[in-house]
């Protein structure tokens, strides 16, 4: 039977697995979802093509994380291990095809379905691990994820409607959701041997290189138009990828995949809240209820588990 990605290994196992540094991936996991939360309202509002933005984002995150690198990791090298190195380049591969996917199904669909069906990512990483690796989930595991996907439907209930319309647009934000539970899968093995650093920047170059060939034969426009669009795409960059993003990977030493994506479940309800203060869409009743059922699958997924939480781990310069 193939090890799952979350199994314990020589190399994650440290007398401080309790330690406030490896707790505190929790609440970074939360903050990183409530950050990508932003990146549904900058996409609308940037007056580029939705390849375009996705390109941006990475491109404009690629160099800043090298610079991260060489400051806070002087030390610091490619990876040796062909293997490891091409995990990392896949996660951006498979990155890349879920911003591409993402951001063209919100021109097709409504807003409320491609928010949602883009979010069934935890579904495919618990049954990936669940029969793919033998990583056996408890009854109240898949309550709590049901639980969770269930607030996340009555968060966008009043806007969501399946038709022939959307269709296309639906099935690429479910090919959205396919891409990033690739995306974190692969993050979270990476994240066993390398720092978050190390893994969203060739990440993001490899996402980066694939999204501008695919951008300019998409045939849409590539260049901001003014400092407006300069700035949220630097905000797309720098606050959504490598402030939400990299907090997620950052996290993901510390929590199990399975929990993490889950926990991810928040950035709906960050969005809706965003769009509320930012945009002027409607928050009531309704979608203060689909968030407290989101938080309390969340909670019992938490509980469901004996712990979420993976032994300290320090990333090693190489395998």
Avoid: K
């Avoid at 590539?222 to 990977?249: C, F, N, S």
């Amino acid at each position: 039977m193939p090890s799952s990605p979350e199994a314990s290994d020589p190399a994650m196992s440290s007398p401080d697995s309790t330690s406030a540094v490896t707790r505190s991936g929790l609440p970074g996991l939360v903050l990183g979802a409530v950050l990508i939360g932003f990146a549904a309202i900058i996409v609308r509002l940037v007056d580029v093509g939705p390849t375009a933005a996705a390109f941006w984002r990475l491109a404009i995150a690629v160099p800043v994380l090298g610079l991260l690198r060489w400051r806070l990791q002087p030390r610091s090298e490619a990876p040796t291990n062909r293997r490891a190195l091409g995990l990392m380049l896949l996660a951006g591969i498979a990155f890349a095809l879920d911003l591409a996917l993402w951001h063209r199904s919100i021109h097709l669909t409504s807003v409320a379905n491609a928010t949602l069906m883009s979010n069934l990512s935890p579904v495919f990483i618990a049954l990936t691990l669940h029969f793919g690796f033998g990583d056996r989930h408890p009854l109240r595991f898949w309550i709590g994820l049901a639980l969770a996907l269930i607030g996340a439907g009555v968060l966008v209930a009043d806007s969501f409607r399946i038709s022939h319309e959307t269709a296309i647009g639906d099935l690429l934000a479910v090919g959205t959701a396919v891409f990033y539970a690739i995306y974190q899968l692969l993050v979270s093995r990476s994240r066993r041997r390398y720092s978050a650093l190390d893994v969203m920047f060739y990440a993001s170059l490899a996402g980066a290189a694939l999204l501008l060939p695919m951008a300019l034969l998409s045939g849409e426009r590539l260049l901001p138009t003014g400092p407006r669009d300069i700035m949220l795409l630097l905000a797309l960059g720098l606050v959504v990828h490598i402030g939400g993003q990299g907090l997620i990977a950052w996290a993901q030493a510390h929590v199990t995949a399975s929990f993490a994506s889950v926990t991810l479940l928040v950035q709906p309800v960050a969005a809706a809240v965003f769009a509320w203060v930012l945009l002027g869409e409607g928050f009531g009743l309704q979608q203060t209820l689909g968030g407290i059922v989101i938080l309390a699958g969340i909670l019992n997924c938490r509980l469901a588990m004996p712990s979420p939480i993976l032994p300290s781990n320090p990333p090693r310069a190489s395998p």
